[in-house]
C-alpha cells in the first residue's frame, strides 16, 4: 500500500487576529498628557482677556470690559480648533480651557454687571450676579462630563460663551448708546440670574457645528453673510447684544413649540 504523504500544518500565529471592534477601539487614542504651547497660548489669552475685563469694570471702564469679554470669546474659539488641526489635543489643554472659561465667562460677567449696575441693590445685587456665576459653574461642570455623549447638533442649556455675551452685549451697547445703568437696572436684576438658569437649564441650542463651512453657498447667501458683516461693522454693539439675545431666547421659544407641537 502507498503511504499516504501528511501535508503540513500551517502554523498558527501565537498572537489572535482582533476583530472589527476591538480594532477600532485600538484606533481611539486618549488625550495625550503632555503639555502643547500652541492651543494653550490661545487659552492663556482668552484668560487674560478675561481678567482684563474684570481689572477694567473695577477702573470704570465698562466699555472695554464688555469688548474683552467678546475678544475672549475669539480665543476660546480658536484654541479647540487649533488643537485639533495641529494634533496637540490633551488633558491638561481640556482642563485649563474650563478654568479659562471659568474666569472669562462666569466670574468676569458677574462682577462686570454687578460693579456696573447691580451693587446699588446690596443683598439683591449680589445675590443675582451669584446665581449667574454659579450657573456658569455648574454648566462647565456638566459640559465636562457630557462629553461623547452629547448629541452633536445641541447643546445642553445656554452655553457659557454664548450667556457671558449677551450681558457683556448688553452693557456694551448701553454704554455706546448712552443709556444710563441706573435707568435699567431692575433689567439686569431679572436679566443676569434668569442667563444663569438657562445655562443649567435642559433647554436645547444648536450648536452649529454641523454647519459645511467647505462646502458650495449661493450667492444670495454669501451676499447675505457681506451684509452681516456690514451690520456689525457699523454698530458691533447693538447688532452682537441682539443677535446673542436672540440666540438666547431661540432656546426658549424651540423648547416651547416643541411642548406644546
Known sequence: MSKVTEMPLEKKSEKPESDGIESEKAEIKPPHKGVYLLPNLFTTSALFAGFYAIIAAMNGDFTHAAVAIFIAMILDGLDGRVARMTGTQS?????????????????????????????????????????????????????????????????????????????????????????????????????????????????????????????????IKLVAVVFILVLVAMEPSLILASAFILYGASGVIGSIMRRFA
Not at 108 to 132: C, D, E, H, M, N
Not at 141 to 154: H, I, P, Q
Open 91 to 219: 488633558a491638561f489643554g481640556a482642563e485649563y480651557d474650563s478654568l479659562s472659561d471659568m474666569v472669562s465667562f462666569g466670574v468676569a460677567p458677574a462682577l462686570i454687571s454687578f460693579t456696573w449696575v447691580l451693587a446699588p441693590l446690596g443683598k439683591l445685587g449680589w445675590v443675582a450676579a451669584f446665581i449667574y456665576a454659579v450657573g456658569a459653574a455648574l454648566r462647565l461642570a456638566r459640559f465636562n462630563t457630557m462629553l461623547g455623549v452629547e448629541e452633536k447638533r445641541y447643546f445642553t442649556g445656554l452655553p457659557s460663551p454664548a450667556a457671558a455675551a449677551i450681558i457683556a452685549g448688553v452693557i456694551w451697547a448701553a454704554n455706546t448708546q448712552g443709556i444710563a445703568a441706573e435707568s435699567i437696572v431692575y433689567l439686569m436684576l431679572l436679566l443676569v440670574p434668569a442667563v444663569g438658569l438657562l445655562m443649567v437649564s435642559n433647554i436645547k441650542y444648536r450648536s452649529f457645528k454641523d454647519l459645511d463651512m467647505k462646502g458650495k453657498v449661493s450667492f
